[in-house]
């Protein structure tokens, strides 16, 4: 038997300025060298091991990288899908697929359901009864479409870390209705919830935090209601506040082995629950002024403290380049101090001048206007290098909680520039959106460690890698794209009433209609 394989990656944040209007925004694999470039820790890597089977035969198609940013241009949309669906054409005949998909993925009208558009289109082309698996992050918009023509096995943890163990099931799942073992049916509801996305944690380094997570409380009750004889897969998924789109919301999705009315009642269960405790969502962690953070920070006997850059964080599609906290630590005279920031004009200036030299210039803000300005100021460099480093340690995107030499992988970033401003604070400058692990800054000669204060531009997935070696973490309500300010952000499409922009609206998933979404 043959199962082809295809993936598309991106996770739209419709506000960003930075939209993938041009093909040099996108990395894509093709054929042979997705079977062999693949981590075995992701999505694929999973299905690859899950799938290994005498009787299987692979056929990768193409896998789909974007740059964070925002709307997929329509061009740039269509030349992807034909990709996937020309690789498809090209197989020959096939008795099963495997997408790898982010899910939260939106292309510039009419392709607002982007990942659905590239189901339909292979369903056109393979057949109606073509068996069909997916892998979805956990922040995917997981369309109508979608759960009718794929099963879906979206990550259950916030930070991601189970890319993996989601590959394996997915493999086991398309082997099963290979074989004839399983009929899986799928239903989701769409629980009327945006964000916020720092509540929907479903783990902590410290067990006895984790316990007090209401979606740690709430994947446990998912994985008993996985034991039910009949059940293939329940999944909470937070949606994406940052879309705007109609299922940008949270929901439950289940899937079960032809049984609809199980499938339905499990969603409305659970749906019901992640409702009546909603508020606890808005108290898993505090969120702060910038000012009062670096307050409270430098007086801490403890350290590193972390400083969560909320507005501004590049796995939501943000410039990665807001100054606004910099600024701040300057003006406050902190000490010990490290952060990133991305400036391609500061790294050109940097390899210019020369590692002892000092630079006077604009530094940051220089992309998006809408939030924060470039901060005038002066630093040394005090070093540069290639930005070539080794991630050994975990992090987020499916690569596991624990230090696991299988998940090792390389980084490269490109050129880095460190610039030491004031009492020892000290910022990388890089080209890329970077930041989100630890060996980042160890590569570059930043020990954290030492730092009294580290600042992260991030909302869940540096936790993943800094949560075991920081002493504690303070959130800031900082300007930018990924404000925690939901009700401040234009939406035109998102499903309305939707809480907490709507604080007083009532809902019952009985109501809903569940059979109908």
Not at 447 to 455: F, G, T
Request: with cysteine.
């Amino acid at each position: 038997m043959r199962i082809g394989i295809a993936g598309i990656w991106h996770e739209t944040n419709t506000f960003a300025m930075e939209r993938n209007d041009t093909m040099d925004s996108v990395s894509i694999q093709r054929g042979q060298d997705v079977i062999t470039g693949a981590h075995p820790k992701t999505f694929i890597g999973g299905f690859l091991e899950g799938a290994a089977r005498d009787d299987i035969e692979l056929v990768a198609s193409v896998n789909i990288h974007f740059k964070h940013g925002g709307i997929i241009g329509k061009q740039v949309y269509e030349e992807c899908r034909r990709e996937i669906i020309d690789a498809f054409a090209a197989m020959g005949n096939l008795d099963g697929v495997f997408f790898a998909f982010h899910g939260a993925m939106v292309g510039e009208t009419p392709y607002g359901d982007a990942e659905g558009e590239i189901v339909r289109a292979a369903r056109d082309l393979l057949g109606a009864d073509l068996p069909m698996v997916a892998t979805y992050d956990f922040h995917s918009l997981m369309s109508k479409w979608e759960n009718e023509n794929c099963v879906p096995f979206p990550n259950n943890t916030n930070p991601h870390i189970d890319g993996y163990e989601r590959g394996l099931e997915a493999a086991d799942c398309l082997l099963k209705m290979l074989d004839g073992k399983v009929k899986p049916v799928t239903r989701r509801l769409f629980v009327p919830i945006i964000g916020p996305n720092i509540g929907q944690s479903t783990w902590s380094q410290i067990p006895e935090q984790e316990q007090q997570l209401l979606l740690f409380q709430l994947n446990e009750q998912r994985a008993e209601m996985e034991q039910t004889p009949g059940v293939v897969n329940i999944t909470i998924l937070g949606g994406y506040g940052y879309s705007d789109a109609p299922d940008a919301g949270m929901s439950i999705v289940a899937t079960t082995d032809d049984d609809e009315e199980m499938a339905s009642r499990l969603c409305a269960e659970l749906g019901q629950t992640l409702w009546n405790r909603r508020a606890e969502l808005l108290s898993v962690r505090p969120i702060t002024t910038i000012d009062d953070g670096i307050t409270q920070a430098m007086s801490r006997d403890e350290k590193p403290v972390v400083l969560v850059d909320l507005g501004d964080d590049p796995g939501s599609a943000c410039p990665a380049d807001s100054p606004a906290v910099l600024e701040a630590l300057i003006r406050l005279e902190a000490r010990d101090c490290t952060l990133t920031i991305r400036d391609a004009e500061v790294v050109e200036a940097g390899l210019k001048a020369g590692v002892g030299a000092t630079l006077s210039m604009n530094f940051g803000g220089k992309i998006d206007g809408r939030f924060y300005q470039p901060l005038q100021a002066e630093g040394t460099i005090r070093s540069i290098d290639d930005g070539n480093y080794m991630i050994l340690g975990p992090t987020h995107g499916g690569w596991g909680r624990d230090v696991n030499p299988g998940a090792f992988r390389e980084a490269n970033v490109g050129p880095r520039v460190v610039v030491r401003f004031g009492d020892k604070i000290d910022v990388i400058f890089s080209r890329s959106r970077t930041g989100k692990d630890r060996d980042f800054f160890k590569s570059a000669g930043v020990i954290i460690e030492e730092k009294q204060i580290l600042v992260v531009k991030s909302n869940q997935a540096h936790r993943a890698s800094f949560d075991p070696i920081v002493a504690s973490t303070i959130e800031l309500s900082s300007p930018g794209v990924s404000t925690v300010d939901y009700a401040s952000l234009p939406y035109k499409y998102l499903r309305r009433p939707i809480w907490p922009i709507d604080p007083d609206m009532s809902w019952s998933a009985q109501d809903e209609g569940v059979f109908d979404l």
